[in-house]
């Protein structure tokens, strides 16, 4: 016989399945022997394929019991739910075997699922286990009501009888492929048929009477039960069938001693009636099938009736005996599933609950859900808020409720990396699924129709996010709580976590009720298989059992913990409140008191501390069995008895007396600054308030939780304890901010204490503590790898104990480290030692390569277990037997000494690094070989799993980004300030600028073409001289961001780089052509720094001035070029005036330029008021702050432009002004009458050209070393405006600059004869107040001086002057708002150039830098003073200032001026008294108004506060 394609379509094959048969010629001959049999066997008992057995639970499903079952019927029902759960059709796909329904059961919760198969067809077994018939009665069900009745009849009838006849119990089942009408289906699959009629199938039966004999009818409706319609259940189709169900139950009593002869109905087609058979026949079950009995054989069936009836009755005895079952062990079974075995629970699992209406009764046996660590819970009780279990939990947990769409919602928030998802972690979210019945607003409960087109989509994005974002995998065990009733939404809730988390291995099922979990069980089996359902579920233990089972393996106790309170008494915190504070991790004074000690064993025990002497940050745990004395002692290095004795000198009030103290540890990283800090927290839980504040959380958060903490169960708020908030790892700008924020909150208080309200111990890592130390020595603590002699002997002494324990030293890196002081030469030799005989291509060595090169490069970087797990392509909710999944087996010897692991302190979620950041850059070293570490870069970028894994994803973006392009700054704590990244600065320096361009290329590429690193590649070109190259990654980075000002600013400085290249490179032999080009990248430049400032203007969040600095130095630049070329020879004085009259004229244009310049006139003409605009603003910029960082050094030191730029900007400004009035002046122009010259505009280029020309330059001859020098070039600078100002009208800026002129002369030479009077400066200010135009800050500003009540001019009160003052006042703080818009409160601090003295008319104004002189010290010493107020105890300055009256009003501070009140900024508000006092203070002069300095209150020296700068 020739194999092809007709004729296994002509046995009803598929075109799938010829074609895998037509490849696989090993199993031709097997495969058409089994089709044969199928085509020509009339037996209805082919050849079935064996299931595939596997264990399970040693229950069957519960609810398929009934009360009136029979039991042995029950037994072969466990039986056939033991069998295997897949079926294989030769190579078609594996379809699920499923159980049939119970024999007799009219359990309606019972389904079938569609597509699954039955077991085959069975024969007679002991009479009381059913034999079963399917039919797929497909083709019947679609007809009339005569043929469907006669069709269901015979064939219920025909099987009825023969079981009678054998005395078997057997059921029929309608919607069960059979193997005759197999068309592609396998025996035994269920597909359903619809039934429009449930009445034609009961009413078929009424065909009993007609097809038995009379006297047997009876008999037979007894034993043929009425159908049962089995709803099949489908994930993908919607349209309900059924399987319809006859069971036949022979009992003894009924047929005992009769056989049972029937005729058969047929439905004939031409007369469309119902006849029956002309001959009766007896029918019996032979195998699997029902036939007539033949007439041979007739009397010797007869003649067995006997022998049958004895059987059944047999039958009928045995079953009726009680079969108790074994019961199981379902207490270790919940402890396997909840926390895989172990003797206690902990926290490294969470748990989400999902859950319905749980009734009163069961309220008090949920205990154990109080002390679970829940991450949210799907309610489907819409009264659960009222009478339910919210209404409970909430009683003992803050929570937050959401509805279903506002969780999904909330879960994808686009919130920033650090803060996304937090929200779900701080306290467990409440999911009302289905409406809630007391809410007032729209959401009310629906039906399940309504909930499943309205709803379900909600619950499926919540999930789907849940599950692929915001919790790794097994790290979370979904509970399902069955407490009543289940309805078809919570089914579906379990399916969609059965489908993203790939199976049912971290879900587990707890039920009471064996029927609500039955009827839960069988809807769910569309997902999962009934057998694999049992195994995940307990079912059938109590609840209360259930409750104290769980209780009794949590690791702590419940006993309340506990605050110190003033009266130095204890209160209790419960752990409601404690959760409302979430933003701080409270250390209470038992802290770990709760742990049940008798549960850790020794290995537990030494695992703690080898962590933590591993690297891992210091737990609570650690210090509290120290304390114990179950683990050694924590070593406490002197910097933790200078951090205590400094916290004690903050206590007792020395010093400042601050609301809100600092108190900083810088340290080396891995030198034990955390572990100090923490040290400090723990010695003081018992006598302060203490707790770690979670950055994640916004300063105002922070700062009410904060007070709350503070004034928590204390009867008198105003002796509340102080407050000790660590901080680790902050940034600078939100430090302050919550500084601020906590001083005002306690401003609003109105109390004064002796004591701080809060000290924030501020810890962070720096790579020069040192030098941090010594610039703030009062209040700091600096944490290095050296150790004192003591500590070496401490750290020796340790370290043999440790090794006395058997702890090897390979398990303990960091410590030993630490005893070496992490010598160079040690790390080096000790990781080449480690890395001797590792595996350099193996998968997990690659992986500890990417994470030393982010360790290394980028402080605080780590690398999510998530993120590895992928890397070494260990699956998600991999099918195992054991939950606890153990990461390090999968890791080498070496790369686990090397690796620790982290756990995020907020959502637990764990993580990997290099024990030290040393460690790292030896292993980056010695890794290496040949391979550069670009290379390494490169290979990175390029692993998928990396980077498309979901979890953490947003966290590793972010170190991979600070790889590129993060930068260090000393003012970070770095040890360098650098141009690049240090990586990328690495490769450009050790290997060359090609190999930094193409990673930064493949970084830009992957990570979405971000325009920052298109950014960096335009810079890494212009400082390599790649202009053309440059100019492309400004225009790409541009083109995605052409808004930002920073970006605007890089392209303007590939074009000043460009020039200024150019221009270096410039021969005698450049055509004019070329200088044209010049000229041309020039003014590119210019016009992309004036649209970083227009840009800048409108950014909110931050304040950059870089535009107008490049403006300036590019066209100074081009103004030195354009004075060298020929057509602008000087004329014999050495003057410019070619080119100035070039500049600042409309009609003269030298002939040899007029036509090739043409394109450039009118720019080239522009560039003086341009650049004036430019240096008026940077001017008035300069004016608001103290901005000169390094005045001493910069003599000492020979700084570049640009480093002047950053730490002398004043003397940068000053410059910059003496070249751009350089060449716009000619005296020679000035005296030529035919000249249309300004002779005002040369006045000014002479005034700038001398120093002044703006307020910050002049304000900067008061910090020049020669007064007298200083003076004398003031006093010409007058000598350029005219004798008479009031007559001849100054513009506004002339003007200004004159009065301050002679303010700043009075202070270097009070008896110049250049000087004029107050008064006639009051005069000359009047346009200031007078007229309506926008005036600069500067002009009130001057107001405020010259208007100050003065005791000997203003003898007579003046209101219109008050008016004045008020006014100036106002309006500078308007400006001052406008110009600092949203950016962080520490750029915002107030420079204040004067103060008022003791003298009269301009005598009254002392500078800053007279009483800067009068400080001894360094620069460093002289800020320190500063900043803790010690200047006000020198005497020579107080004998020098003004000490001024005023008055506090609700912690507002005010002065009388010449009449009336007016507002004083304290420089901190923390510094103003409580309540309405009198005080007196000096008087500073800002830009942002008047200051107030060493505020104290009047006649009340005991309770003074001071405040400084």
Same mark, same amino acid.
């Given at each position: 016989?020739?194999?092809?394609?007709?004729?296994?379509?002509?046995?009803?094959?598929?075109?799938?399945?010829?074609?895998?048969?037509?490849?696989?010629?090993?199993?031709?001959?097997?495969?058409?022997?089994?089709?044969?049999?199928?085509?020509?066997?009339?037996?209805?008992?082919?050849?079935?394929?064996?299931?595939?057995?596997?264990?399970?639970?040693?229950?069957?499903?519960?609810?398929?019991?009934?009360?009136?079952?029979?039991?042995?019927?029950?037994?072969?029902?466990?039986?056939?739910?033991?069998?295997?759960?897949?079926?294989?059709?030769?190579?078609?796909?594996?379809?699920?075997?499923?159980?049939?329904?119970?024999?007799?059961?009219?359990?309606?919760?019972?389904?079938?699922?569609?597509?699954?198969?039955?077991?085959?067809?069975?024969?007679?077994?002991?009479?009381?286990?059913?034999?079963?018939?399917?039919?797929?009665?497909?083709?019947?069900?679609?007809? %009339?009501?005569?043929?469907?009745?006669?069709?269901?009849?015979?064939?219920?009838?025909?099987?009825?009888?023969?079981?009678?006849?054998?005395?078997?119990?057997?059921?029929?089942?309608?919607?069960?492929?059979?193997?005759?009408?197999?068309?592609?289906?396998?025996?035994?699959?269920?597909?359903?048929?619809?039934?429009?009629?449930?009445?034609?199938?009961?009413?078929?039966?009424?065909?009993?009477?007609?097809?038995?004999?009379?006297?047997?009818?009876?008999?037979?409706?007894?034993?043929?039960?009425?159908?049962?319609?089995?709803?099949?259940?489908?994930?993908?189709?919607?349209?309900?069938?059924?399987?319809?169900?006859?069971?036949?139950?022979?009992?003894?009593?009924?047929?005992?001693?009769?056989?049972?002869?029937?005729?058969?109905?047929?439905?004939? =087609?031409?007369?469309?009636?119902?006849?029956?058979?002309?001959?009766?026949?007896?029918?019996?079950?032979?195998?699997?099938?029902?036939?007539?009995?033949?007439?041979?054989?007739?009397?010797?069936?007869?003649?067995?009736?006997?022998?049958?009836?004895?059987?059944?009755?047999?039958?009928? *005895?045995?079953?009726?005996?009680?079969?108790?079952?074994?019961?199981?062990?379902?207490?270790?079974?919940?402890?396997?599933?909840?926390?895989?075995?172990?003797? $206690?629970?902990?926290?490294?699992?969470?748990?989400?609950?999902?859950?319905?209406?749980?009734?009163?009764?069961?309220?008090?046996?949920?205990?154990?859900?109080?002390?679970?660590?829940?991450?949210?819970?799907?309610?489907?009780?819409?009264?659960?808020?009222?009478?339910?279990?919210?209404?409970?939990?909430?009683?003992?947990?803050?929570?937050?409720?959401?509805?279903?769409?506002?969780?999904?919602?909330?879960?994808?928030?686009?919130?920033?990396?650090?803060?996304?998802?937090?929200?779900?972690?701080?306290?467990?979210?409440?999911?009302?699924?289905?409406?809630?019945?007391?809410?007032?607003?729209?959401?009310?409960?629906?039906?399940?129709?309504?909930?499943?087109?309205?709803?379900?989509?909600?619950?499926?994005?919540?999930?789907?996010?849940?599950?692929?974002?915001?919790?790794?995998?097994?790290?979370?065990?979904?509970?399902?709580?069955?407490?009543?009733?289940?309805?078809?939404?919570?089914?579906?809730?379990?399916?969609?976590?059965?489908?993203?988390?790939?199976?049912?291995?971290?879900?587990?099922?707890?039920?009471?009720?064996?029927?609500?979990?039955?009827?839960?069980?069988?809807?769910?089996?569309?997902?999962?298989?009934?057998?694999?359902?049992?195994?995940?579920?307990?079912?059938?233990?109590?609840?209360?059992?259930?409750?104290?089972?769980?209780?009794?393996?949590?690791?702590?106790?419940?006993?309340?913990?506990?605050?110190?309170?003033?009266?130095?008494?204890?209160?209790?915190?419960?752990?409601?409140?404690? =959760?409302?504070?979430?933003?701080?991790?409270?250390?209470?004074?038992?802290?770990?008191?709760?742990?049940?000690?008798?549960?850790?064993?020794?290995?537990?025990?030494?695992?703690?501390?080898?962590?933590?002497?591993?690297?891992?940050?210091?737990?609570?745990?650690?210090?509290?069995?120290?304390?114990?004395?179950?683990?050694?002692?924590?070593?406490?290095?002197?910097?933790?008895?200078?951090?205590?004795?400094?916290?004690?000198? !903050?206590?007792?009030?020395?010093?400042?007396?601050?609301?809100?103290?600092?108190?900083?540890?810088?340290?080396?990283?891995?030198?034990?600054?955390?572990?100090?800090?923490?040290?400090?927290?723990?010695?003081?839980?018992?006598?302060?308030?203490?707790?770690?504040?979670?950055?994640?959380?916004?300063?105002?958060?922070?700062?009410?939780?904060?007070?709350?903490?503070?004034?928590?169960?204390?009867?008198?708020?105003?002796?509340?304890?102080?407050?000790?908030?660590?901080?680790?790892?902050?940034?600078?700008?939100?430090? =302050?901010?919550?500084? %601020?924020?906590?001083?005002?909150?306690?401003?609003?208080?109105?109390?004064?204490?002796?004591?701080?309200?809060?000290?924030?111990?501020?810890?962070?890592?720096?790579?020069?503590?040192?030098?941090?130390?010594?610039?703030?020595?009062?209040?700091?603590?600096?944490?290095?790898?050296?150790?004192?002699?003591?500590?070496?002997?401490?750290?020796?002494?340790?370290?043999?104990?440790?090794?006395?324990?058997?702890?090897?030293?390979?398990?303990? *890196?960091?410590?030993?480290?630490?005893?070496?002081?992490?010598?160079?030469?040690?790390?080096?030799?000790?990781?080449?030692?480690?890395?001797?005989?590792?595996?350099?291509?193996?998968?997990?060595?690659?992986?500890?390569?990417?994470?030393?090169?982010?360790?290394?490069?980028?402080?605080?970087?780590?690398?999510?277990?998530?993120?590895?797990?992928?890397?070494?392509?260990?699956?998600?909710?991999?099918?195992?037997?054991?939950?606890?999944?153990?990461?390090?087996?999968?890791?080498?010897?070496?790369?686990?000494?090397?690796?620790?692991?982290?756990?995020?302190?907020?959502?637990?979620?764990?993580?990997?690094?290099?024990?030290?950041?040393?460690?790292?850059?030896? !292993?980056?070293?010695?890794?290496?070989?040949?391979?550069?570490?670009?290379?390494?870069?490169?290979?990175?970028?390029?692993?998928?799993?990396?980077?498309?894994?979901?979890?953490?994803?947003?966290?590793? !973006?972010?170190? !991979?980004?600070?790889?590129?392009?993060?930068?260090?700054?000393?003012?970070?704590?770095?040890?360098?300030?650098?141009?690049?990244?240090?990586?990328?600065?690495?490769?450009?320096?050790?290997?060359?600028?090609?190999?930094?361009?193409?990673?930064?290329?493949?970084?830009?590429?992957?990570?979405?073409?971000?325009?920052?690193?298109?950014?960096? *590649?335009?810079?890494?070109?212009?400082?390599?001289?790649?202009?053309?190259?440059?100019?492309?990654?400004?225009?790409?980075?541009?083109?995605?961001?052409?808004?930002?000002?920073?970006?605007?600013?890089?392209?303007?400085?590939?074009?000043?780089?460009?020039?200024?290249?150019?221009?270096?490179?410039?021969?005698?032999?450049?055509?004019?052509?070329?200088?044209?080009?010049?000229?041309?990248?020039?003014?590119?430049?210019?016009?992309?720094?004036?649209?970083?400032?227009?840009?800048?203007?409108?950014?909110?969040?931050?304040? %950059?001035?870089?535009?107008?600095?490049?403006?300036?130095?590019?066209?100074?630049?081009?103004?030195?070029?354009?004075?060298?070329?020929?057509?602008?020879?000087?004329?014999?004085?050495?003057?410019?005036?070619?080119?100035?009259?070039?500049?600042?004229?409309?009609?003269?244009?030298?002939?040899?330029?007029?036509?090739?310049?043409?394109?450039?006139?009118?720019?080239?003409?522009?560039?003086?008021?341009?650049?004036?605009?430019?240096?008026?603003?940077?001017?008035?910029?300069?004016?608001?702050?103290?901005?000169?960082?390094?005045?001493?050094?910069?003599?000492?030191?020979?700084?570049?432009?640009?480093?002047?730029?950053?730490?002398?900007?004043?003397?940068?400004?000053?410059?910059?002004?003496?070249?751009?009035?350089?060449?716009?002046?000619?005296?020679?122009?000035?005296?030529?009458?035919?000249?249309?010259?300004?002779?005002?505009?040369?006045?000014?280029?002479?005034?700038?050209?001398?120093?002044?020309? %703006?307020?910050?330059?002049?304000?900067?001859?008061?910090?020049?070393?020669?007064?007298?020098?200083?003076?004398?070039?003031?006093?010409?600078?007058?000598?350029?405006?005219?004798?008479?100002?009031?007559?001849?009208?100054?513009?506004?800026?002339?003007?200004?600059?004159?009065?301050?002129?002679?303010?700043?002369?009075?202070?270097?030479?009070?008896?110049?004869?250049?000087?004029?009077?107050?008064?006639?400066?009051?005069?000359?200010?009047?346009?200031?107040?007078?007229?309506?135009?926008?005036?600069?800050?500067?002009?009130?500003?001057?107001?405020?001086?010259? $208007?100050?009540?003065?005791?000997?001019?203003?003898?007579?009160?003046?209101?219109?002057?008050?008016?004045?003052?008020?006014?100036?006042?106002?309006?500078?703080?308007?400006?001052?708002?406008?110009?600092?818009?949203?950016?962080?409160?520490?750029?915002?601090?107030?420079?204040?150039?004067?103060?008022?003295?003791?003298?009269?008319?301009?005598?009254?104004?002392?500078?800053?830098?007279?009483?800067?002189?009068?400080?001894?010290?360094?620069?460093?010493?002289?800020?320190?003073?500063? *900043?803790?107020?010690?200047?006000?105890?020198?005497?020579?300055?107080?004998?020098?200032?003004?000490?001024?009256?005023?008055?506090?009003?609700?912690?507002?501070?005010?002065?009388?001026?010449?009449?009336?009140?007016?507002?004083?900024?304290?420089?901190?508000?923390?510094?103003?008294?409580?309540?309405?006092?009198?005080?007196?203070?000096?008087?500073?002069?800002?830009?942002?108004?008047?200051?107030?300095?060493?505020?104290?209150?009047?006649?009340?020296?005991?309770?003074?506060?001071?405040?400084?700068?």
């Amino acid at each position: 016989m020739e194999l092809d394609d007709s004729f296994l379509k002509g046995i009803g094959m598929k075109g799938g399945q010829i074609h895998m048969l037509m490849r696989k010629r090993n199993e031709l001959l097997q495969l058409q022997e089994k089709a044969q049999q199928g085509k020509n066997s009339s037996s209805k008992a082919p050849d079935r394929t064996k299931a595939r057995t596997e264990p399970v639970s040693s229950t069957d499903a519960a609810t398929q019991d009934t009360p009136s079952r029979d039991h042995r019927a029950a037994a072969s029902s466990k039986k056939q739910g033991r069998r295997s759960s897949q079926l294989k059709h030769g190579d078609d796909e594996a379809l699920e075997l499923s159980n049939c329904r119970p024999f007799k059961s009219q359990d309606t919760c019972f389904k079938y699922v569609k597509d699954r198969v039955l077991a085959p067809e069975s024969g007679v077994n002991d009479l009381i286990a059913p034999c079963h018939e399917y039919k797929s009665f497909a083709t019947a069900a679609e007809l %009339n009501k005569n043929q469907l009745k006669s069709k269901f009849a015979c064939e219920v009838i025909r099987f009825a009888s023969a079981c009678m006849n054998i005395r078997t119990n057997g059921t029929i089942h309608f919607g069960i492929m059979d193997s005759v009408e197999d068309k592609g289906y396998k025996h035994g699959q269920i597909v359903g048929i619809k039934v429009k009629e449930r009445e034609c199938y009961v009413d078929a039966l009424d065909h009993i009477e007609k097809c038995f004999q009379e006297n047997k009818q009876e008999i037979a409706r007894k034993c043929i039960h009425p159908p049962v319609f089995v709803e099949v259940i489908s994930k993908d189709s919607q349209d309900q069938r059924f399987v319809v169900e006859v069971d036949i139950e022979p009992t003894s009593s009924l047929v005992k001693n009769s056989f049972f002869e029937v005729c058969l109905p047929k439905y004939n =087609e031409e007369s469309q009636k119902v006849t029956l058979t002309k001959e009766k026949a007896i029918y019996q079950r032979l195998g699997a099938k029902s036939e007539p009995v033949k007439p041979n054989n007739l009397a010797t069936f007869i003649q067995g009736i006997q022998d049958r009836d004895a059987q059944r009755e047999r039958a009928e *005895l045995s079953s009726t005996e009680v079969h108790t079952e074994a019961s199981q062990n379902l207490g270790r079974k919940l402890a396997i599933l909840l926390n895989d075995g172990k003797s $206690y629970m902990d926290d490294s699992l969470r748990y989400i609950l999902v859950t319905n209406r749980c009734e009163k009764d069961n309220l008090t046996c949920i205990n154990f859900l109080m002390r679970l660590n829940i991450f949210c819970v799907f309610d489907f009780d819409e009264h659960s808020n009222v009478s339910g279990l919210y209404s409970k939990y909430k009683e003992h947990h803050a929570t937050r409720s959401y509805f279903l769409q506002d969780f999904s919602n909330e879960s994808k928030t686009g919130n920033p990396p650090s803060q996304k998802h937090l929200c779900l972690f701080d306290q467990p979210s409440w999911v009302f699924c289905n409406g809630r019945s007391d809410f007032l607003g729209d959401e009310k409960p629906c039906d399940e129709n309504t909930w499943i087109r309205t709803k379900k989509k909600y619950l499926k994005k919540a999930i789907t996010r849940i599950c692929d974002e915001i919790l790794p995998k097994r790290s979370f065990i979904v509970l399902f709580l069955l407490l009543s009733p289940v309805q078809k939404p919570l089914v579906d809730t379990f399916q969609e976590f059965y489908t993203e988390m790939n199976g049912t291995e971290y879900i587990v099922c707890i039920a009471e009720s064996k029927e609500i979990y039955g009827k839960w069980a069988n809807l769910a089996q569309a997902s999962c298989s009934i057998e694999t359902l049992e195994q995940c579920s307990i079912v059938g233990m109590k609840l209360s059992h259930v409750d104290a089972t769980i209780r009794a393996m949590l690791p702590s106790t419940a006993q309340p913990r506990h605050l110190p309170v003033s009266t130095r008494g204890l209160c209790t915190l419960p752990l409601l409140e404690e =959760e409302k504070l979430f933003s701080l991790e409270i250390l209470c004074v038992d802290q770990c008191d709760d742990i049940k000690l008798d549960l850790l064993t020794e290995k537990e025990i030494q695992e703690i501390e080898q962590n933590f002497y591993k690297g891992r940050k210091i737990i609570w745990e650690n210090f509290w069995l120290a304390e114990k004395r179950r683990c050694g002692e924590i070593i406490e290095r002197e910097a933790c008895k200078d951090a205590s004795k400094l916290l004690d000198d !903050i206590l007792r009030g020395s010093g400042l007396n601050y609301s809100v103290a600092k108190l900083k540890v810088f340290h080396h990283p891995g030198s034990g600054g955390s572990t100090i800090a923490r040290q400090v927290l723990w010695k003081r839980r018992k006598d302060l308030r203490c707790a770690v504040i979670k950055t994640s959380y916004s300063p105002a958060t922070v700062c009410e939780h904060a007070l709350a903490f503070r004034d928590y169960d204390e009867k008198e708020i105003s002796h509340c304890l102080p407050v000790l908030l660590l901080i680790e790892d902050y940034d600078e700008d939100y430090l =302050e901010e919550l500084r %601020n924020e906590l001083m005002d909150a306690v401003a609003t208080r109105k109390i004064n204490s002796p004591r701080p309200y809060f000290i924030l111990m501020c810890c962070r890592r720096s790579n020069d503590p040192e030098r941090l130390c010594k610039a703030s020595p009062l209040d700091t603590v600096a944490v290095t790898h050296k150790l004192t002699d003591s500590e070496k002997s401490l750290f020796r002494t340790k370290l043999e104990k440790l090794k006395q324990k058997d702890v090897k030293p390979e398990f303990i *890196l960091t410590f030993v480290l630490m005893c070496e002081e992490f010598n160079e030469t040690y790390v080096r030799d000790f990781v080449g030692h480690i890395l001797l005989d590792i595996d350099r291509s193996s998968r997990d060595t690659c992986l500890m390569r990417y994470v030393a090169l982010l360790n290394f490069y980028v402080p605080n970087s780590y690398i999510s277990l998530s993120h590895c797990e992928a890397f070494l392509g260990l699956g998600a909710y991999a099918e195992r037997k054991l939950r606890a999944y153990d990461f390090k087996s999968h890791l080498s010897e070496q790369v686990r000494m090397i690796f620790i692991e982290l756990r995020e302190s907020t959502t637990y979620i764990s993580s990997v690094r290099i024990i030290h950041c040393l460690v790292a850059k030896e !292993i980056l070293y010695q890794l290496s070989g040949n391979e550069p570490q670009s290379q390494l870069a490169m290979t990175l970028l390029q692993e998928k799993p990396l980077f498309e894994n979901r979890f953490g994803r947003e966290e590793f !973006i972010k170190f !991979i980004r600070d790889l590129f392009i993060r930068r260090d700054k000393r003012s970070r704590g770095d040890a360098t300030d650098t141009l690049f990244s240090p990586f990328i600065e690495h490769v450009c320096k050790a290997e060359d600028c090609e190999k930094a361009i193409a990673v930064l290329k493949a970084a830009y590429e992957l990570l979405g073409k971000d325009p920052f690193f298109a950014q960096q *590649l335009a810079r890494l070109h212009y400082k390599n001289e790649k202009f053309e190259d440059a100019e492309h990654w400004a225009g790409v980075a541009k083109a995605r961001m052409p808004n930002d000002s920073y970006i605007l600013d890089t392209e303007g400085q590939v074009y000043r780089k460009w020039f200024s290249f150019t221009v270096d490179k410039m021969t005698q032999e450049d055509s004019p052509q070329s200088i044209t080009q010049k000229i041309e990248i020039a003014l590119k430049a210019m016009k992309c720094f004036r649209a970083a400032q227009q840009a800048a203007k409108a950014e909110y969040d931050s304040m %950059n001035n870089a535009g107008y600095f490049g403006e300036v130095e590019v066209g100074c630049r081009l103004l030195r070029f354009l004075s060298t070329l020929d057509v602008f020879h000087r004329n014999p004085q050495g003057e410019y005036s070619e080119l100035v009259k070039y500049l600042i004229t409309d009609y003269y244009i030298p002939k040899d330029i007029e036509r090739t310049w043409t394109n450039l006139h009118s720019r080239l003409k522009g560039l003086r008021q341009n650049l004036y605009n430019a240096l008026e603003w940077i001017s008035e910029d300069l004016s608001y702050f103290q901005t000169d960082k390094n005045q001493e050094k910069d003599e000492e030191d020979e700084r570049d432009e640009k480093e002047e730029q950053i730490y002398n900007p004043r003397k940068w400004l000053k410059r910059q002004s003496e070249v751009y009035a350089k060449f716009f002046i000619s005296t020679s122009l000035m005296g030529d009458s035919n000249s249309a010259l300004d002779t005002q505009l040369m006045r000014r280029m002479n005034i700038y050209k001398s120093g002044g020309g %703006n307020v910050t330059n002049i304000l900067s001859f008061l910090t020049d070393k020669k007064e007298a020098r200083s003076a004398e070039k003031l006093e010409n600078i007058l000598s350029f405006y005219t004798e008479n100002p009031l007559r001849d009208r100054l513009e506004d800026n002339d003007l200004i600059n004159y009065i301050l002129c002679h303010i700043t002369l009075s202070c270097l030479a009070p008896g110049s004869a250049k000087l004029v009077s107050v008064q006639a400066l009051r005069e000359l200010s009047a346009r200031f107040f007078k007229a309506k135009g926008p005036f600069p800050a500067s002009a009130h500003f001057l107001l405020t001086l010259l $208007y100050w009540p003065d005791e000997a001019l203003d003898k007579e009160p003046n209101p219109d002057k008050d008016k004045i003052l008020n006014s100036a006042l106002q309006t500078m703080k308007r400006l001052y708002d406008i110009k600092m818009k949203d950016v962080p409160t520490r750029k915002k601090r107030i420079y204040t150039p004067f103060f008022l003295g003791k003298g009269y008319g301009l005598a009254k104004i002392v500078h800053k830098n007279k009483i800067d002189k009068l400080i001894s010290g360094s620069l460093d010493e002289k800020r320190m003073k500063w *900043l803790h107020g010690t200047v006000w105890n020198i005497a020579k300055i107080r004998d020098i200032l003004k000490r001024v009256s005023g008055w506090t009003k609700d912690r507002d501070l005010f002065i009388r001026g010449h009449m009336k009140e007016l507002p004083i900024l304290p420089l901190h508000r923390d510094s103003v008294p409580p309540g309405n006092e009198n005080v007196t203070f000096y008087l500073g002069f800002s830009f942002k108004g008047l200051v107030a300095f060493n505020i104290q209150v009047e006649n009340n020296a005991a309770i003074s506060r001071t405040q400084g700068i």
